[in-house]
């Protein structure tokens, strides 16, 4: 497995509100979803780079209310999503579900799993550094298309 980098970030919090303004109006982080209880924020660094804002009314988040319980999530990304939870697996790690693959967007998909310190991360594969500089983007999207589930189907 081959991390590339951070490239996501996931909060539930029961201060929604207040960390809706932070991210979009204090740190000027675009909104790219807005739902109830619900906002996904690109980061620049990344085509499909994100943070995502669950409040405890969000819809379709009873995996999140169930595990995002130690702070917030990060998610690594991977070059091979499906040989990553392998290699995890094989080490003993603990896997929370399956894979998800995006609906909404080709080779997106992620995985959470919980490390050996009791917090949740993520893995995920279909998101591809951008050049701050000039803006363009280091490879291309690759993974397998499917079903997604949860807030925003991401």
């Known amino acids: 497995m081959r991390v590339e980098r951070l490239g996501w970030l996931g909060s539930r ?11 979009g109006e204090t740190l000027g982080l675009a909104t790219e979803v807005r739902d109830t209880d619900f906002a996904m924020f690109a980061l620049p660094g990344g085509d499909h780079d994100y943070v995502e804002l669950l409040g405890p009314d969000a819809e379709d988040s ?7 319980t130690t ?3 990060v998610g690594f990304v991977v070059d091979d999503l499906v040989a990553a939870r ?9 896997l929370l579900g399956e894979i998800i693959w995006s609906s909404r967007i080709q080779g997106y998909g ?7 310190d009791g917090n949740v991360y993520g893995m995920l594969q279909g998101t591809h550094a951008r050049s701050l500089e000039s803006g363009a ?15 925003a189907a991401r």
Do not use: C, Q
């Open 13 to 23: 919090t029961a201060s929604y509100g207040a960390m809706e303004r932070f991210l």
């Open 62 to 68: 009873a995996f999140e209310a169930e595990h995002y």
């Open 71 to 73: 702070g917030p999530v």
């Open 86 to 94: 392998a290699e995890l697996a094989a080490a003993g790690i603990e």
């Open 110 to 116: 992620w995985f959470h799993l919980r490390a050996p």
């Open 137 to 151: 983007l280091d490879g291309d999207a690759s993974g397998k298309p499917g079903n997604a589930t949860g807030p």
